[in-house]
């Protein structure tokens, strides 16, 4: 397709031939410049037989018909700019809007329990020498865990027992002895890994009267540890609700 530059350089060529009188010589002069200006224009292999051939008539009609070809490629060039435009913008507001879809989800699966997490937080491990430790202390923990702002959460106990611990985990005491959470059976002793601010966590862990002392005071022992790194990888599977539906939006009114 011929450029703006090579298709004025060719109107030029046209009209100073057209605008030569009709001399032997210099119309041979101008029909040599209107077949090197078309000739680099629109590339044809026999612009040179059809220029010669030309009249000033047919001269004026073709020059007529490239200043309309001229103005149709630069609409179209206009209207594929604008294309492109928009496209480009729909792009980045797509990608814009995939970015921070795939953030949120990565966020709600955090809180979930259904994506991995990685982070700095607390380390407690409970040990229970004598068989005292019930599920209602070691939930406690969970929920101081919780308040003080423990973003994820799991329990070990036992070989290869790992649960992650969310909202609808349930906590039982087991006839045998050790801790059911989640429906797995657990073992002491138990660690739970909450990532989160270190000396926040800590800090909650140890009010008096609390999930610690509790335990502590039945003959259980506590040991809180602060990690820069804990990687909490136990998963959760979702399950459908059984009575919970989603609620339509408040009227803003």
């Not at 410049?33 to 047919?58: H, K, P």
């Not at 492109?84 to 979930?112: H, K, N, V």
């Not at 101081?144 to 027992?161: F, K, N, S, T, V």
């Amino acid at each position: 397709m011929p450029t703006p530059a090579t298709t004025d350089e060719a109107r030029a060529r046209l009209r100073r031939a057209l605008s030569l009188r009709r001399g032997p010589g210099q119309v041979g002069a101008a029909v040599l410049l209107g077949l090197l200006g078309f000739a680099v224009a629109i590339q044809l292999t026999d612009a040179t037989d059809v220029l010669s051939r030309a009249s000033r008539a047919d001269l004026v009609q073709i020059l007529g018909g490239l200043d309309t070809r001229t103005d149709q490629l630069e609409a179209e060039l206009r209207r594929l700019e604008q294309t492109r435009s928009e496209l480009q913008a729909g792009a980045g507001d797509s990608e814009a809007a995939l970015a921070e879809a795939r953030a949120r989800l990565d966020t709600f699966g955090i809180l979930a329990g259904t994506e991995a997490a990685e982070g700095p937080g607390v380390s407690v491990r409970v040990a229970d020498p004598q068989g005292s430790v019930r599920a209602v202390a070691v939930l406690g923990a969970v929920q101081e865990l919780r308040d003080a702002g423990a973003e994820a959460i799991q329990i070990r106990g036992g070989p290869d027992r790992v649960v992650r611990v969310v909202a609808s985990t349930p906590f039982a005491d087991l006839p045998s002895g050790g801790v059911s959470v989640g429906d797995v059976a657990l073992s002491p002793p138990y660690l739970l890994e909450a990532i989160g601010d270190p000396d926040t966590l800590q800090t909650a862990l140890g009010i008096p009267g609390g999930a610690v002392a509790s335990i502590t005071a039945g003959g259980g022992a506590v040991d809180v540890r602060q990690a820069d790194r804990l990687l909490v990888d136990a998963l959760h599977e979702l399950t459908e609700p059984t009575y919970a539906r989603p609620a339509p939006p408040a009227d803003g009114g």
